[in-house]
Structures are given as C-alpha cells and as structure tokens.
C-alpha cells in the first residue's frame, strides 16, 4: 500500500535516512480538486517545530469524566499509499486522530477526495519526509500508535538497505511512544516480515504483544479488527499469498 522506503546511512558519510523514494503518477481530476476543495483544511504544512496538535486537530479533545477533558489519542500513519485502509480505520475509530504522512501527490489527493466522501473529520496529512515530520514536529511520548501498512519490500537483496522497517527508524518512532502505545506493521512478503520481527524484536523499548497471547504465530500478530482488506490483499489472499501483521507495545 505504502510507497515509502528508507535510505540509510552506512557510514556518517553517507546521506541521512529518509522514508521516500519519490514516485511520479497521474493525479485525476477528482483528486486535483479534492487538493484544491480541501487540502487548506486538511493538510498541515511541514514545520521545522514541534507540532501545536490543538491547532492541528481543533476537535482534539474529548471529555473523560472527573479528570475533565484529555487529549484524544494521536495516531501516526506512514505511508498510506491511496488511502483506503486510512479511510477505513479513521471511520471506524472516530475519537482517534490521524497524521498521516505520504509524498505521492496522488495518494494525498486519494486521501482528501475520500475524507469528503465520508465526511472524515479525524485526518490531518503532512505530505512531507515521515522522518523529518518525526524528527522536528513530534515530541517524545506524544504518539497513542504507529501505522506502516505494506511499505515497499524492495525484493531485491541489494535493495534490502532500502527498506524502511531498519533500527534507526523504530528506534525514532519507539522514543515518540506513549508507554502502551503500539507500532502496527504489515506487509505481504515473508522476508520482510521476518526483517521487521528482527528489527522491532532488538528494541528495547518495546515488547512483542503476540509473544505471550499467540506463540502458535511465532512472533506474528492476529489481524487487528481495525485493519480492512484492501482489495489487492484479497486478490493475494486468493491467490494463496501470506499477509504477517506485528503489533508490538512500547514498555
């Protein structure tokens, strides 16, 4: 689904990690105008200073009885491709905000044009660098949850560096945790899904909750109930493909 991908340094000489490559793709009238239309309201311009999140989501608050009102939880989506599964789960979760980063103008314009169709009120975009957005405009200990839904798995054993589920990133997104926030990962290609189980098993910050509740996954997640099925999954669920989902919880 996503289309993000890291490039990281192997040595300091070596340029910083990002969490794109950029693509280039047709955006269609609908999207174009779901930019125009809505993107002034909807989209958050990347600043090199920690995000104001009242300002970002002026309905971010919820009341919670005798402790008054507390900030509704903040999720973090990397990459979300055209916008289906985003869509989805923003309208099935609405007391929970999403920030959602993608550089693929199409994409963003997908996003936008459903966030009209479904009067989703609960979506902000950054069409920025995640690692950026990351780095400069989220605190530590801001995020409820992470979402990195079928990032790019670049195949290719020499493209394996590319990829965008390495320590570096997680280590990032572990520090922005709230203590029992999430990281969701899913991908379709085996071979990274054991990458990712590695990667996020070795950070200390963070536990694997399927550990414990399903050992007959072997370190893999049930699908949580909020994930959808695209359709190119169930295309490759048809087609007898694996899908591995990790959820693991910052301690």
Same mark, same amino acid.
């Given at each position: ?5 890291? /490039?990281?340094?192997? /040595? ?6 990002? /969490? ?22 909807? &989209? ?42 985003? $869509? ?22 997908? &996003? ?14 950054? $069409?920025?660098? $995640? ?42 997104? $572990? ?35 399927? /550990? ?40």
């Amino acid at each position: 689904m996503t289309q993000d991908t890291p /490039s990281v340094p192997a /040595s300091p000489e070596r340029r910083a990690i990002r /969490s794109f490559v950029k693509r280039t793709g047709r955006t269609t009238a609908g999207q174009t105008k779901a930019l125009d239309e809505l993107g002034p309201r909807f &989209l958050l311009p990347y600043q090199p200073d920690t995000l104001d999140f009242a300002a970002a989501f002026p309905d971010t608050t919820r009341a919670t009885g005798q402790n008054g009102i507390k900030p509704a939880p903040l999720v973090l989506e990397i990459g979300f491709g055209m916008g289906e599964a985003t $869509a989805h789960i923003a309208a099935l979760l609405p007391d929970t905000h999403f920030l959602c980063c993608e550089v693929h103008d199409p994409g963003v314009g997908a &996003l936008l044009k459903r966030i009209g169709e479904q009067d989703l009120r609960n979506i902000r975009i950054c $069409a920025h660098d $995640a690692v950026e957005v990351i780095d400069h405009m989220l605190p530590e200990q801001c995020l409820d949850g992470v979402h990195i839904f079928f990032p790019d798995p670049w195949h290719k054993a020499r493209h394996n560096k590319r990829r965008l589920i390495q320590g570096p990133l997680v280590a990032k997104l $572990a520090a922005r945790l709230k203590v029992g926030g999430y990281i969701h990962c899913a991908t379709d290609w085996q071979e990274y899904a054991e990458q990712m189980l590695e990667v996020l098993g070795a950070e200390p910050l963070l536990k694997n909750t399927a /550990s414990q509740a399903h050992p007959e996954l072997q370190g893999y997640a049930p699908k949580p109930h909020y994930r959808p099925l695209t359709k190119f999954e169930n295309r490759g669920l048809k087609l007898g493909h694996g899908v591995w989902d990790l959820v693991f919880e910052r301690v």
